[in-house]
């Protein structure tokens, strides 16, 4: 497996733990038990059964055929938008909170952006009786109040982080402070292929059952397990991490990932990690980060709030520097237009953030005989708000 992390935590230079000194315990407990945990044949069992009956999987491979005559190739949509709460997060939330049982935690903490991974979170807390605490920013709070609502409901405390921009960055840093406080009896439950060694690999472990079922339904649909594109979008990259895992070592199958790119790549508001950043270490791996010349991160822009990272995981780095992946980048204009298009097409509403890899379709050259799979990593409910304005402007 040439792309899988190595036993020091690394995808080729990328990846590692760098953490304060203080969160050694913590992490160090994690990077010893994690593959035997959830390798264990018990774990496995409820983990499967709980996807099943729980979040609903397997999720459909949908034969999207007014889509596919459009850009004249057969496409298939792995619909992640049908799984319990709306998104593919929760297949990591399900790991995550089984494996905090079994080492015994009993407090669940987590940091919030637009309030999606807290809800998915949030959810699973209440599915095993666990407390649960959300930070998030204030100014987060504010503009997501229907997540915050959905939190509240399903048990959770919002925690509001105060300082510095009162963003996604100072609630991490709550987290993290709370994680050292607390190293015995709580777990901290990140939200995508991101952080120290384990989680971007413990992640896409997670997430991975999202290729292991498109082979199988294209084997079934087809008669081949292998299409030739596979393409998702990209905030810190768990969606596309499950939508690539069991590709990853079939090179003739191409691996896009499409980034946000907001105003424009060169805008000064976007959120293309891999055409602006450089190496540097975010939220305690090294990988690609938006960042000025002194080394302070950049304040990204994207009009989905999954995409609004400045920063992308380890896994990725790797196959963007090796060319194992093929990075691209759409507009928050040309997300909104790839939403409306799969609307009116198939009526589906996808989630801002899927929109921008639906619209890959457009930036890609497809030949005879070619078969790509879209992961719709979410469905639009979240984002009606956006399309109501969208539609109001007639910017659609
Ligand atoms: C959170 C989210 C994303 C971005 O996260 P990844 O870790 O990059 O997958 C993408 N799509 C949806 C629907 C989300 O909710």
Same mark, same amino acid.
């Given at each position: 497996m040439k792309f899988s992390v190595n036993e020091h935590g690394y995808y080729g230079e990328f990846g590692g733990a760098y953490i304060p000194e203080m969160l050694h315990p913590n992490v160090e407990e994690l990077q010893e038990k994690y593959l035997d945990i959830i390798y264990d044949e018990s774990f496995q069992k409820e983990f499967q059964n709980l996807l099943q009956d729980y979040a609903g999987r397997e999720t459909p491979l949908y034969h999207a055929k007014r889509?596919?005559?459009?850009?004249?190739?057969?496409?298939?949509?792995?619909?992640?938008?049908?799984?319990?709460?709306?998104?593919?997060?929760v297949n990591n939330t399900i790991g995550q909170i089984l494996l905090a049982q079994r080492?015994? /935690? /009993?407090?669940?903490?987590?940091?919030?952006?637009?309030?999606?991974?807290?809800?998915?979170?949030?959810?699973?807390?209440?599915?095993?009786?666990?407390?649960?605490?959300?930070?998030?920013?204030?100014?987060?709070?504010?503009?997501?109040?229907p997540n915050v609502a959905r939190m509240k409901m399903l048990g959770a405390t919002v925690v509001p982080a105060t300082s510095g921009s009162k963003t996604l960055k100072d609630a991490t840093n709550e987290a993290i402070r709370d994680w050292i406080n607390n190293p015995v009896d709580t777990h901290y439950i990140i939200g995508s292929v991101v952080g120290p060694h384990p989680y971007p690999d413990m992640v896409a472990r997670f997430q991975s059952v999202i290729s292991k079922e498109?082979?199988?339904?294209? /084997?079934?649909?087809?008669?081949?397990?292998?299409?030739?594109?596979?393409?998702?979008?990209?905030?810190?990259?768990?969606?596309?991490? !499950?939508?690539?895992?069991?590709?990853?070592?079939?090179?003739?199958? %191409?691996?896009?990932?499409?980034?946000?790119?907001?105003?424009?790549?060169?805008?000064?508001?976007?959120?293309?990690?891999? %055409?602006?950043?450089?190496?540097?270490?975010?939220?305690?791996?090294?990988?690609?980060?938006? %960042?000025?010349?002194?080394?302070?991160?950049?304040?990204?822009?994207?009009?989905?709030?999954?995409?609004?990272?400045?920063?992308? !995981?380890?896994?990725?780095?790797?196959?963007?520097?090796?060319?194992?992946?093929?990075?691209?980048?759409?507009?928050?204009?040309?997300?909104l237009e790839a939403a409306f298009e799969l609307a009116k097409l198939e009526g589906i509403i996808p989630a801002l953030e899927s929109s921008h890899a639906l619209y890959g379709l457009n930036k890609l050259q497809f030949k005879k005989g070619d078969v790509v799979v879209v992961c719709l990593s979410g469905r639009g409910d979240k984002d009606m708000a956006t399309y109501m304005k969208a539609m109001d402007t007639n910017k659609i």
């Amino acid at each position: 497996m040439k792309f899988s992390v190595n036993e020091h935590g690394y995808y080729g230079e990328f990846g590692g733990a760098y953490i304060p000194e203080m969160l050694h315990p913590n992490v160090e407990e994690l990077q010893e038990k994690y593959l035997d945990i959830i390798y264990d044949e018990s774990f496995q069992k409820e983990f499967q059964n709980l996807l099943q009956d729980y979040a609903g999987r397997e999720t459909p491979l949908y034969h999207a055929k007014r889509l596919s005559e459009k850009y004249g190739v057969p496409v298939y949509l792995k619909r992640e938008d049908l799984c319990h709460t709306g998104a593919h997060k929760v297949n990591n939330t399900i790991g995550q909170i089984l494996l905090a049982q079994r080492l015994g /935690k /009993k407090r669940i903490i987590a940091e919030t952006g637009a309030g999606q991974h807290g809800v998915a979170t949030a959810t699973v807390c209440a599915l095993k009786g666990l407390e649960c605490i959300v930070y998030m920013g204030e100014k987060d709070i504010e503009r997501q109040a229907p997540n915050v609502a959905r939190m509240k409901m399903l048990g959770a405390t919002v925690v509001p982080a105060t300082s510095g921009s009162k963003t996604l960055k100072d609630a991490t840093n709550e987290a993290i402070r709370d994680w050292i406080n607390n190293p015995v009896d709580t777990h901290y439950i990140i939200g995508s292929v991101v952080g120290p060694h384990p989680y971007p690999d413990m992640v896409a472990r997670f997430q991975s059952v999202i290729s292991k079922e498109i082979k199988e339904q294209l /084997k079934e649909k087809i008669g081949t397990e292998l299409p030739s594109h596979v393409i998702a979008c990209v905030g810190g990259g768990s969606n596309a991490a !499950g939508a690539f895992y069991h590709f990853l070592d079939d090179e003739q199958v %191409q691996l896009v990932a499409v980034e946000a790119a907001g105003c424009g790549i060169n805008s000064g508001m976007s959120a293309a990690t891999t %055409q602006l950043g450089k190496p540097g270490i975010l939220h305690g791996s090294k990988s690609y980060v938006m %960042q000025t010349e002194d080394g302070q991160v950049v304040e990204p822009h994207s009009i989905s709030a999954g995409l609004d990272y400045p920063g992308i !995981g380890p896994l990725h780095a790797h196959l963007y520097k090796t060319g194992r992946g093929t990075f691209l980048s759409a507009t928050d204009k040309e997300a909104l237009e790839a939403a409306f298009e799969l609307a009116k097409l198939e009526g589906i509403i996808p989630a801002l953030e899927s929109s921008h890899a639906l619209y890959g379709l457009n930036k890609l050259q497809f030949k005879k005989g070619d078969v790509v799979v879209v992961c719709l990593s979410g469905r639009g409910d979240k984002d009606m708000a956006t399309y109501m304005k969208a539609m109001d402007t007639n910017k659609i």
